[in-house]
């Protein structure tokens, strides 16, 4: 019986493609200040489904190994960029979302946006090394932050999202009360 090649699995149409998608939303939100609200919602809208498909997908990666671990994008990085969107979303951006309580919480786009921002850069950066095992690292993190914060996040701002693009179609009828809080 063969044993798998983890070179083999780091270098996989699924991890490539994860790769490239998440250049993509890296190149885009680190100009984020030069586009508008609604260029940011229409490509956020269109990258974060494929982003989130892409990551159930990746190949099952070994155990961690403690001393590949590394996290790349700086507090400084990660706040020009979470600048940067709220500045254009301004009162749109804070949302709100039901806890595991189901109590309603504040949510913010901009900061699901840039922490996604970060887990795709931090796993850019560490495949880049060029070993075997800095690549099984990049994707052993990326599929544990998939888990329990960038896969989350991007259901929790898609959702929000679609709100802000679709609100003139939702139909007001369909609540019996104030429905500024969709908007």
Request: proline share 5%; glycine share 2%.
């Amino acid at each position: 019986m063969n044993k798998p090649n983890p070179e083999d699995s780091a270098i996989s149409k699924p991890v490539l493609e994860m790769l490239t998608v998440a250049n993509e939303y890296c190149l885009f939100f680190e100009k984020a200040a030069s586009y508008s609200m609604h260029d940011i919602l229409n490509y956020f809208h269109r990258i974060a489904p494929l982003l989130y498909l892409k990551g159930s997908l990746l190949p099952v990666s070994g155990m961690p190994d403690t001393e590949q671990g590394e996290r790349f994008v700086t507090e400084e990085q990660w706040e020009q960029v979470f600048k940067a969107l709220r500045e254009q979303f301004r009162d749109a951006d804070v949302y709100y979302v039901h806890d595991h309580n189901f109590d309603s919480v504040e949510a913010s786009m901009s900061d699901n946006m840039a922490d996604i921002y970060q887990d795709m850069k931090d796993f850019i950066m560490l495949y880049q090394k060029n070993t075997t095992p800095a690549r099984q690292q990049a994707i052993y993190q990326l599929q544990d932050l998939y888990r329990w914060r960038w896969g989350p996040a991007i259901l929790s701002a898609l959702g929000a999202v679609h709100q802000l693009l679709f609100k003139e179609n939702i139909d007001p009828d369909l609540f019996e009360s104030d429905t500024e809080w969709l908007f």
